[in-house]
């Protein structure tokens, strides 16, 4: 190793590191769209297709975290504390995993009809995406510059709670007018899984407040 080697392995990764939650959150957009044409569409064989290629980019996620670890693992200095980098991309896994798994469900229980409401959840599933991904691309400046980070925080904290009237008004619904208990019990378990996902946004909203906090 040359000297110059050596002592780069001692500076903080920023060029290495931080792209790769962009290039993740970028991934996870990409990921809800395709989420939201599979809730929009009623082509079971096009479903299926959707589904393939959303289990593809989860795989992909989580291949990247591999990286982003082993970058983390490799680096004696890291952008922000290793235990917050490693929360926040563990937090935004979860979003992709949840928006997998709500895909899956679809396609497992095959349920009658998909709800409007289903539709509603998706959009706001890519909104919550599309903030990711601008946040993550503010990462390496918002500890002198938070502002549009910020921003994108209270976005998701809003949209976990429009998430959530969505999701409460839909079950109060589903029990009025569903008289066929699987076909509740599929369309509930899905939602809930959509839901699942709009929260699990926020907890990235909530990590990456909290690496402002301590380094703005």
Do not use: W
Not at 122 to 135: D, F, N, T
Not at 164 to 173: A, L, Q, S
């Amino acid at each position: 190793m040359s000297l110059n080697s050596f002592f780069s392995s001692f500076l903080p990764k920023e060029e290495k590191l931080l792209p790769k939650y962009k290039k993740m959150a970028s991934r996870i957009v990409v990921g809800a769209d395709l989420f939201t044409e599979l809730v929009s569409t009623t082509e079971h064989d096009r479903q299926i297709e959707l589904y393939t290629k959303i289990k593809a980019i989860e795989t992909e996620c989580d291949n990247i975290i591999v990286d982003i670890f082993e970058t983390i693992n490799d680096s004696f200095v890291t952008p922000f504390d290793r235990e917050d980098m490693h929360q926040l991309c563990g937090d935004m896994d979860d979003v992709m995993d949840y928006i997998n798994d709500s895909a899956k469900r679809l396609i497992l229980y095959h349920p009658r009809e998909i709800p409007n409401k289903a539709m509603h959840m998706a959009e706001i599933i890519l909104e919550g995406a599309k903030a990711m991904e601008v946040a993550c691309g503010e990462l390496k400046t918002m500890n002198k510059q938070p502002t549009i980070a910020l921003e994108q925080c209270a976005k998701l904290h809003d949209l976990e709670h429009e998430g959530d009237d969505v999701y409460d008004n839909f079950v109060k619904e589903l029990f009025e007018t569903e008289n066929d208990p699987k076909e509740l019990i599929k369309i509930k378990e899905i939602m809930q899984c959509m839901e699942e996902a709009t929260d699990r946004a926020n907890h990235v909203g909530k990590t990456l407040r909290t690496i402002i906090v301590k380094y703005a």
